[in-house]
Every structure is written in C-alpha cells, then in structure tokens.
C-alpha cells in the first residue's frame, strides 16, 4: 500500500511540497511520515525535545528513514511535522 497526499484546496506551495514528500518516500519513511502525522508534537518545544519525542514514539526502525527523508527534502522535523499534519491522505493499492 502507498499513501498520497491530497491535495485539493492547498496553495500551490503546499501541493508542491507534499509532492517533493511523496516522490522522496520510500517504504520505511513512507511508514514513518503516516506515524508522524498521527503524533501530537508541541511544535513550539526545543527541536531536540520534539526530535526526542518523535523518536520514542516511532523508534530507531523508522526514525532513521525518516531521516534520510527530512535530509532529501530540506526540511527538519518540525517543518516535515507541520506541512503533513492535517493534510488526508489517500491509501492505494501497491502495483504489479
């Protein structure tokens, strides 16, 4: 299973983050992003609070992709946590 964004409604900043998101996404970080959408993170706590937070929540399986997405898309993990909080998500079926 895969998981997009939807998009309708948002400003065109938004979608085309989302979109950067969503193509930088591999299994694991695909995993971790849904998780991380489900957390409430204080998002006005010390980034290495949050970032500790977040890490005992999703653990070091999922954190380390997680990672390796915030580096591919230039974004740190309030920033990632921001942009894809609230937004839906679509589940589709993986292809063939």
């Known amino acids: 299973m895969r998981f997009h964004f939807v998009l309708d409604g948002l400003s065109f900043e938004q979608a085309n983050t989302l979109l950067s998101i969503e193509s930088a996404m591999t299994g694991r970080s695909a995993t971790a992003v849904f998780n991380l959408k489900t957390l ?9 609070k949050a970032k ?3 890490s005992g929540k999703l653990g070091a399986f999922l954190m380390e992709p997680l990672e390796d997405l915030m580096t591919a898309i230039g974004l740190d993990l309030i920033g990632l ?5 609230g937004v839906p998500v679509v589940l589709t079926a993986r292809h063939k």
Do not use: G, I, L, M
Request: no cysteine; hydrophobic share 35%.
């Open 40 to 48: 409430d993170v204080f998002n006005n706590r010390d980034p290495e």
């Open 81 to 85: 946590y921001r942009t894809v909080k």
């Open 52 to 54: 500790a937070f977040v």
